[in-house]
């Protein structure tokens, strides 16, 4: 199935606008929680700046090489330090070649804010010295991680969560029963027929458990094993003030051994944010005096910046819940 864009139609109609006018800056960088959509906005811009006709055509050079597999699209993500340098310094070398197929080279840089900090000098030169055919397309999910210096040369933007009206209108129209069979990872049997519930009590419990994230949305409608541990890491977390500090730590525990941390941080800070949207919707200010919610939110913040430093998850996941 294609990866098609929910939301955030401003930007992506903007960024259009940019690669028509063939005034995209230098370094763009999308900042927005995990599976919103960051990478699939900028794929799809990508797509089109490789088009020679920038149309995404189907019929030219670019085009039928696609973005996955073009000698002008690079791509470099976090990873262990002495990786990640080889790869900037390759980088510095590869960038100052011309194009191979059209005019421009484009250099995806996800999740910069993950990325070590020794690395960052070496980054920072690789986008002051590029020359103007390049285009950095980066992404963050914690804008505050990303060194200043990289964001004042960016045009930085945020992506949205998709409202729960919206998400849920647009799901219903892409997952019509006729396209549920082609969902990644569904295997042979359609999502909805593997947990007997029908497609629109499918999509309720799934619109409810991504917040607004479609790429979460969409991993969640392939994958009914899946749905279930969110399930049950929403109850818990939702729960949390009626827990006994020997409860949340074997909460903390059970997570730390699946590996599964920064995943319940994430659907932790999607939830807080649900809430805040359901005060600013009520007014009902009583949800946002319980002592701690603000507190939560950021210490949720806090566990991202954590886990980078490589703290033991069951520590990060136990200062969020014991103060919950
Ligand atoms: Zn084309």
Sequence with gaps: M??????NTALVSFLNKLVDADKMPTAVLLAGPAMVGKA??????????ICTERTVCGKCAGCLVGVGNHPDVLRLGPSEEESLR???SNLLKRIYQKPV??????????NIDEFHWASSPLLLKVLEDAPTFVIFFLTAENLDAVLPTIRSRSMVRLVSPIDQKTFKEELSQRFAVGEMHELPQAGEVSPSSQTGVNGVDLIDQIVSLAGGRPGLALRLFGDSELREKYKSWRANLSNMSDKTIGERSQFAETIEKAGDGKEVINLLQSLLRDRVAEVAM???????????FFGTIRRSREATAMFKANIPQRLVLEYVFFNQ
């Design 2 to 7: 294609e990866n098609r864009i929910i939301g």
């Design 40 to 49: 699939t906005i900028l794929e799809s811009i990508a797509k089109r700046i």
């Design 282 to 292: 009520t007014e009902k200010e009583h949800i946002a005096n319980s002592k701690n």
């Design 86 to 88: 080889k790869g900037i």
């Design 101 to 110: 197929l059209g005019n421009k080279l484009i250099v995806f840089l996800e």
